[in-house]
């Protein structure tokens, strides 16, 4: 099992780029979580998914953010254009969710430094 | 806004002592878990308590819960080097299916 993937691992971009964080879930997930991970606002909850539909976003700082789960298996977060301020580690984690949220598997995360 | 807290935010202990985190939350719960992150890397679940549990057990860690006071803690017995990380509580508050995450406790175990 390989667990939860993203990619890149680290990211370094100029302040206005583009900026697409991907994640692949566990096999047989429902539940797919992007979360941002910073010292001064500790784990922060993005967005998430059931079964590849977005069920609650209100944790997108802005319209910058944008997150996609186009099937079972694959998510981006995009950033566009991308600040200084959103330099950060972005975790993407996924659970099978039952009637609850069941443990969470998360990735090793991106670290994104936006100069 | 944050649902969990944990107290303290920082722990420095021996080797082979026991540590023991505090979280405590402001709504009622379907369950709360314990995660540990290691510097640098994704958080790992170590354990889940359901508001109808008080305690439970998984080899070293000790999990409490108390819904009358909104509180959990997480006792690490015969604390080893490797214990060293960041520990969370995470909630999931009644009709939501998402974890909120409080700020952590960083444990050091000093050898």
Request: proline share 4%; with cysteine; aromatic share 8%.
């Amino acid at each position: 099992d390989a667990g939860v993937i993203q990619s890149p691992r680290h990211e370094v971009t100029e302040m206005g780029q583009e900026v697409t964080l991907r994640c692949k879930p566990i096999s047989g997930h429902n539940s797919l979580f992007w979360y941002r991970q910073t010292m001064m606002r500790g784990l922060e909850l993005l967005i998430y998914f059931n079964n590849n539909v977005p069920i609650d976003d209100s944790g997108m700082p802005e319209d910058r953010f944008s997150a996609k789960m186009p099937n079972a298996s694959f998510s981006t977060l995009k950033i566009q254009p991308s600040e200084p301020r959103d330099s950060a580690v972005y975790f993407c984690a996924s659970s099978f969710a039952g009637r609850s949220t069941d443990t969470q598997y998360f990735g090793p995360g991106t670290r994104l430094t936006v100069l | 806004s944050q649902q969990g807290e944990e107290d303290p935010q920082a722990l420095s202990i021996q080797e082979g002592e026991n540590a023991t985190m505090n979280c405590s939350y402001k709504t009622s719960i379907n369950n709360l878990q314990w995660y540990r992150q290691n510097s640098g890397r994704g958080l790992v679940h170590l354990i889940l308590i359901r508001s109808n549990e008080r305690e439970k057990h998984s080899g070293r860690l000790r999990v409490t819960l108390d819904t009358s006071k909104k509180s959990s803690s997480l006792l690490i017995t015969a604390s080893r080097a490797a214990d060293t990380a960041s520990y969370f509580c995470a909630t999931e508050s009644q009709g939501a299916q998402k974890l909120v995450f409080g700020q952590g406790t960083r444990l050091t175990i000093n050898p």
